[in-house]
T-cell receptor
Framework: AAGVIQSPRHLIKEKRETATLKCYPI?????VYWYQQGPGQDPQFLISFYEKMQSDKGSIPDRFSAQQFSDYHSELNMSSLELGDSALYFC???????????FGSGTRLTVV | KNEVEQSPQNLTAQEGEFITINCSYS?????LHWLQQHPGGGIVSLFMLSSGKKKHGRLIATINIQEKHSSLHITASHPRDSAVYIC????????????FGTGTRLTIIP
């Protein structure tokens, strides 16, 4: 069965650079959630989209933006990267909020 | 006080032992998830519970809505069960993001 696909799996960027992370939800899933998990920390909710509209916003820095496209995939854009942005970023998808979450494998971002 | 609390934080057991991890939450939920995360790895969803009990192989998850408490049990534990187990509370309709517990690091010794 198709899963939630994230790309890239690993990304190394320098400070002040930009990064774009992509998340492809399970077919027919209309909701995407983004989470950030710093080293040794709990995952923290960043932002979610339902039917291409932002549905909720968490602790997402102003330097980050995200959107959901017509095919329901989502991209997280990160600018002016800082060392503290190094983390595992994973997304999850669901449908109508009535089905279980399915998680992607995550993108591990390292800022050097 | 965290909205979702787990205990214990760390657990080491011998292979074959029965394992119990507890989760208490203080918020209204539509469901509670039990997740597994291997070191450096992504997250795998084990269970989603809104009531009662679910079983999958050697894993059993229970939830008591009135007491706002859930448990994850592992029978006949095996070294490959070593991972971090996380409970996450899913908000009510219209606010369905997950609030994560701090995780329980389980180590099963052969």
């Amino acid at each position: 069965a198709a899963g939630v696909i994230q790309s890239p799996r690993h990304l190394i960027k320098e400070k002040r650079e930009t990064a774009t992370l992509k998340c492809y939800p399970i077919p027919r899933h209309d909701t995407v959630y983004w989470y950030q998990q710093g080293p040794g920390q709990d995952p923290q909710f960043l932002i979610s989209f339902y039917e291409k509209m932002q549905s909720d916003k968490g602790s997402i820095p102003d330097r980050f933006s995200a959107q959901q496209f017509s095919d329901y995939h989502s991209e997280l854009n990160m600018s002016s990267l800082e060392l503290g942005d190094s983390a595992l970023y994973f997304c999850a998808s669901s449908r109508d909020g009535n089905y279980g979450y399915t998680f992607g494998s995550g993108t591990r971002l390292t800022v050097v | 006080k965290n909205e979702v609390e787990q205990s214990p934080q760390n657990l080491t057991a011998q292979e074959g032992e029965f394992i119990t991890i507890n989760c208490s939450y203080s918020v209204g939920i539509s469901a509670l998830h039990w997740l597994q995360q291997h070191p450096g790895g992504g997250i795998v969803s084990l269970f989603m519970l809104s009531s009662g009990k679910k079983k999958h192989g050697r894993l059993i998850a229970t939830i008591n809505i009135q007491e706002k408490h859930s448990s994850l049990h592992i029978t006949a534990s095996h070294p490959r069960d070593s991972a971090v187990y996380i409970c996450a509370a899913r908000g009510v309709f219209g606010n369905e993001k997950l609030t994560f517990g701090t995780g329980t690091r389980l180590t099963i010794i052969p």
